[in-house]
């Protein structure tokens, strides 16, 4: 079973930054999708990033031009660089991974199409 735990979340203040990390056990799949994903209580869980095994990445509307997500191959690393942060980006953010490979940005930042998720760091963002 895949495991995938989540560091890196804070409290920082409005235009700040933060590097979440997730590390990842073991990626025994030829391709994949990983993703970082944030829910609060008012909204459902949410895609934010995502980045498969080719190299294609998509950002949601929110994470564009703000966020960066990125992989270390060598130690199954997956990164979500944070910029810019508004109160807005406050919420628990998720590592998650799959074994599938999906055509477009909707569905890598879909939910419902990871299988594999970690506990997840709170971001906290004040004014």
């Known amino acids: 079973e895949v495991q995938l735990v989540e560091s890196g979340g804070g409290s920082v203040q409005s235009g700040g930054s933060l590097r979440l990390s997730c590390a990842i056990s073991?990626?025994?799949?030829?391709?994949?999708?990983m993703g970082w994903l944030r829910q609060t209580a008012q909204k459902e869980r949410e895609g934010v990033a995502a980045i498969e095994s080719d190299g294609n990445i998509s950002y949601s509307d929110s994470g564009k031009g703000r966020f960066t997500i990125s992989r270390d191959n060598a130690d199954n690393t997956l990164y979500l660089q944070m910029s810019s942060l508004n109160p807005e980006d406050t919420a628990m953010y998720y590592c998650?991974?799959?074994?599938?490979?999906?055509?477009?940005?909707?569905?890598?930042?879909?939910?419902?199409?990871?299988?594999?998720w970690g506990r997840g760091t709170r971001v906290t963002v004040s004014p």
């Open positions: 073991e990626l025994p799949w030829s391709t994949y999708t």
């Open positions: 998650a991974v799959d074994r599938e490979t999906w055509p477009d940005d909707e569905q890598r930042l879909s939910r419902y199409y990871y299988n594999n």
